[in-house]
């Protein structure tokens, strides 16, 4: 079975397209020879409502059963796991070509919140983060990222899904088209506020510089790590093709577009970007832009060595940044038993993907 992507980020393969890659145009040419309001019936009832086709009780059943045939569902969960007294799930999901993804959904007092993955694996090799770790697969089409956002919402079910972060596996601004046009569908046809959707970079400046043209007001946030190039270089080596001066100008463009406020996450590693000095070449940096810090402990990974910062030691990093009138705040760790909190995506899974494209 082969597999590509075509320019508007559909998943193209030998039968079938997926069911939520095709576009409402699209599904409306599947239904020609049925009544006009079936689209809106059908449209609105996977989407809106997230429903199963064999919960749309007001399309015929054989219908349901054809489109089912036509559009199968592209995400087969392969473990659910579950932590934090029911308040954080993680989804492991196996992709039609054998490659796989993860989802976690999080429930807060005031919030629920979806993290999604924007391909399978991530090629941006962040030392410290299981996804980076393992290596990359491929993009994800536009269905793929939405479905994670509608099974999630399933689950959550009744409570309502409020947020969404593109924080998963995979950097949304390498695969752009497809995460800004999945954007676009949650948005316009989930129901879920820009001012309530995420998108996490490690610091791609062309998509910066794209985000600042688009039309909704989403909010940015960099996986900054390090306020100098020297250790930026060694932790997030993207740094080396977009060093911090091109990402700290492209920051600069965006809010002079958007006026939103900008996002800075800085996970703590002991020793290593935890001092008193890279709080205030960090406290430069946020001066300049406006910016918000999110601590992040570390998280434990197989494959880095080096300790996560103390308990005491991030709050001790935090007074400092408080002190140096950072607005900050420390994330609160969810799912790490299960290895889904920040940076163990993939972490934990022994299975063994096929061969990576070139």
Known sequence: MTD???AAGRSRRDGPTLRYDVSRD?????LDGEPTYRLDQIWEG??????ELDDLSNVPKALRARLGDLLPMGLTPETESVSDDGETVKWLWKLHDGHHIETVLM???DRTTVCVSSQAGCAMACGFCATGQSGFDRHLSVGEIVEQVIRARRTSAPRRV?????????????NYDRTWAAVERIHGDLGIGARHITLSTVGVVPGIERLANEALPVNLAVSLHAANDDLRDELVPINRQYPLNHLVDACDRYLAAKNRRLSFEWALIDGVNDQPIDARELAALCHRLHAHVNLIPLNPTPGYRTRGTSAAGVR???DELVDLGVNTTIRRTRGTEID?????LRASRQLVDPPRRR
């Open 316 to 318: 001790k990093f935090r």
């Open 4 to 6: 590509t992507l075509d």
């Open 162 to 174: 409020s947020n969404i972060v593109f924080m998963g596996m995979g950097e949304p601004f390498a």
């Open 107 to 109: 429930h807060y007092d």
């Open 46 to 51: 996977i989407h809106r409502q997230g429903g």
């Open 26 to 30: 699209e599904l409306a040419t599947v």
């Open 340 to 344: 889904a909190a920040c940076g163990q």
